[in-house]
């Protein structure tokens, strides 16, 4: 929900912030912007490895995205920080490797705003597989569940 003063933060994070996050983050900035809500829902993702920092997203990722006029030109991969746990209002993990990182990162006082992205989606799944190993079709299948869960994510915000 939109906190007190009416705005409120969302973080993606996956493992390396250049397939999974980034397209979260592209899409749900979408319908936030869709629905007129820019100004009161700051998104961002990063990741939970450093091993891409600083790098666009991944062009397929990019490439899907597009395609869906869901652009993620201009991101950056960056990595979890600490303050990021104070920082924001949500942060959601895009599988349970990430989800165990990331409470194994905070501390107690901030767990309770990590969860899982599908956690948000009428599907049965619980996890956005990684597609980075895998052809096209992946990023397609990501583009399926991130847009499902950010649908259900801006509703239960709004």
């Given at each position: 929900?939109?906190g007190?003063?009416?705005n409120v933060?969302?973080l993606?994070?996956c493992?390396g912030?250049?397939?999974r996050?980034?397209?979260?983050?592209?899409?749900?900035?979408?319908f936030?912007?869709?629905?007129?809500?820019?100004?009161?829902?700051?998104?961002?993702?990063?990741?939970?490895h450093a091993?891409?920092?600083g790098e666009p997203?991944d062009r397929?990722?990019?490439a899907a995205?597009e395609?869906?006029?869901?652009p993620?030109?201009?991101l950056k991969a960056r990595?979890?920080?600490?303050?990021?746990?104070?920082?924001?209002?949500y942060?959601?993990?895009m599988d349970?490797d990430?989800?165990?990182r990331?409470?194994?990162?905070?501390?107690?006082?901030?767990?309770?705003?990590i969860?899982?992205f599908?956690?948000?989606s009428?599907?049965?799944e619980t996890e956005?597989?990684?597609?980075?190993?895998g052809?096209s079709?992946?990023?397609?299948?990501?583009?399926d569940?991130v847009?499902?869960?950010?649908?259900?994510?801006?509703?239960?915000?709004?």
């Amino acid at each position: 929900m939109l906190g007190n003063n009416g705005n409120v933060s969302v973080l993606f994070v996956c493992m390396g912030n250049i397939c999974r996050s980034p397209t979260a983050e592209g899409v749900f900035r979408y319908f936030v912007n869709e629905a007129g809500l820019g100004e009161k829902i700051t998104v961002d993702s990063a990741g939970t490895h450093a091993y891409h920092v600083g790098e666009p997203p991944d062009r397929r990722a990019m490439a899907a995205a597009e395609r869906r006029g869901m652009p993620l030109a201009g991101l950056k991969a960056r990595r979890v920080v600490d303050d990021d746990f104070e920082r924001f209002d949500y942060i959601i993990a895009m599988d349970e490797d990430n989800l165990m990182r990331l409470k194994e990162q905070s501390t107690d006082e901030y767990r309770d705003k990590i969860s899982l992205f599908l956690s948000f989606s009428v599907d049965a799944e619980t996890e956005v597989p990684d597609p980075y190993y895998g052809g096209s079709a992946g990023f397609e299948r990501v583009l399926d569940l991130v847009e499902k869960a950010s649908r259900g994510l801006l509703e239960t915000l709004s």
